[in-house]
């Protein structure tokens, strides 16, 4: 894979601003003006991505299989959250990763897991057709 190996223990911080098309109620998921939850999914898939990316060999991806995440706090307008991802275990081509999510005064927002699969983007795009 890549120049380095993809190794269990990888761990990567991404941080970002709340904006308003990040709202739940832009977004047409309720009338509350705070991070959606969508939003925060992608979010989360950003960060594990961005972790993930320099460890791939060309001609590679990868793709969410599973997501389960636990939101339990709102964030607002403007402030900031902080996604903190982490390799859990390597299974074959699986990923497995642990995620929290917090604001800028160190609350928890969200804390789950995310799977990912490590694909060949040529074979792939072929399996569509």
């Given at each position: 894979?890549?120049?380095?190996p993809i190794?269990e ?7 970002k ?51 389960n ?23 074959g ?26 694909i060949?983007?040529v ?7």
């Amino acid at each position: 894979m890549g120049s380095n190996p993809i190794e269990e223990g990888l761990r990567l911080t991404l941080e970002k601003r709340v904006e308003d098309t990040d709202l739940a109620s832009r977004q047409g998921t309720a009338r509350a003006e705070v991070l959606s939850t969508s939003k925060l999914i992608m979010f989360i898939e950003k960060a594990v991505t961005s972790l993930i990316s320099p460890y791939l060999e060309e001609g590679q991806d990868t793709v969410s299989s599973e997501i389960n995440i636990k939101h339990f706090k709102p964030v607002g307008l403007g402030n900031k959250v902080r996604c903190i991802v982490h390799l859990k275990y390597v299974e074959g081509r699986k990923l497995f990763f642990d995620i929290a999510v917090f604001d800028e005064n160190h609350e928890e927002v969200a804390i789950g897991a995310h799977c990912r699969h490590i694909i060949n983007l040529v074979d792939f795009r072929a399996s569509l057709k």
